[in-house]
C-alpha cells in the first residue's frame, strides 16, 4: 500500500488534490472513509488539539489504523494545528502519519527554530522505527477557528511572500507547507475571499514542497480547481462538515423525539457528512 508521501507525489501527478477532513468522533470518521472508499480515493483524517482531546490521541491512532490495515487503504492521520514541539512529539510518539507545527503567531525566526526542532525529531523517529512521518508548517495569515464568521478578519490580505517561504523551507527541511493565499479558516458570511491561484503556482515553484490549502470550506468550486491546476495537493475541510453533522442532528431530533439510542439519533448527521464529503472528493479528483 502507498504512503502517504507516495499518496501526495501521486497527487500532484495526476494533478488532484487528496481531501483532509476533521474528526470529532466516531459517526465522523465512518462518514469521511465511506466517501473515500465509495470512490476509491485517499483520505486524511485531521484531529486539532481540541478534537485530539476529545478523541484521545492513542484511539484516533487505532481507529484509523485498523481501517487502513484492515481494508488495506489508504487512510491517514494528521495532528492539525499543534502549536508546541511538545505536543507534535506526543503525536509522532503516538504513531500519527503527519503533523503540522502552527508557529504562524511567532516571529520567522522562532517559526523556523521551532518548526525545524519538529522536523528533526520527526525525522530521527522515522530513521529508528521505519514510518515515513511527514511535517507541515504554516506561514502567512489564515486565521483560526472553524466557525462561522460576519466578515473576513483583520489581517487577511497578508499572503505568503514566495522568497520568504523559499527560505523557509530551506531553513526547516519541512515536508509540505500551507501558505496564505487569499485562504481563510472557518467560513464568512458576506463571502469568503477568491484564491490567489498565481500565488500558489509562484510558492509551488520555489518552495519546492507540495502546498496545503487550509480554510477550504465555504470556497467556490472554481477556486478549489484553480488552487489544484496551480500546486495545491491536500485540501482542509472542516467548518463544511460541522454544519452538516448539526443539521442533520437536529433534524433527526425534531423527527424523532422520543428516540433515545444514540447511532439512531446520529445516524442522519452521519449521512448528511458523508453527502458533503463525497462531493467535495469528487471536486478535488476531478469526478463528476
Known sequence: MKTLRECIKEAEEKKVAIGHFNISNLEGLHAIYNAAKKLNVPIIIG??????????????????????????????????????????????????????????????????????????????????????????????????GSNIKDVIPEGAGVKTDPQEAQKFTEMTGIDMLAPSVGNIHGMIKTGNPHIDEELVAEIRKVSGVPLVLH???????????????????????????????????????????????????????????????????KLFNGMK
Do not use: W
Open 47 to 144: 484531529v486539532s488539539e481540541g478534537e485530539e482531546a476529545f478523541v484521545g490521541r492513542e484511539e484516533a491512532v487505532a481507529l484509523v489504523r485498523v481501517l487502513r490495515e484492515r481494508d488495506n487503504f489508504p487512510i491517514f492521520l494528521n495532528a492539525d494545528h499543534h502549536a508546541s514541539f511538545e505536543s507534535v512529539k506526543a503525536c509522532i510518539d503516538a504513531g500519527f502519519d503527519a503533523v503540522i507545527i502552527d508557529a504562524v503567531k511567532l516571529s520567522f525566526e522562532d517559526n523556523v527554530k521551532i518548526t525545524k526542532e519538529c522536523v528533526e525529531y520527526a525525522q530521527s523517529v522515522s530513521k529508528a522505527t521505519g514510518r515515513d512521518i511527514l511535517v507541515e508548517a504554516e506561514l502567512g495569515y489564515i486565521g483560526s
Open 215 to 281: 480554510g477550504g470550506s465555504g470556497l467556490k468550486d472554481e477556486d478549489f480547481t484553480n488552487a489544484i491546476a496551480s500546486g495545491v495537493s491536500i485540501i482542509h475541510i472542516n467548518t463544511e462538515i460541522r454544519i452538516a453533522y448539526m443539521e442533520g442532528l437536529k433534524k433527526s431530533l425534531a423527527q424523532n423525539p422520543d428516540e433515545i439510542v444514540p447511532y439512531k439519533v446520529s445516524q442522519l448527521a452521519q449521512d448528511m457528512v458523508e453527502e458533503v464529503v463525497t462531493e467535495r472528493l
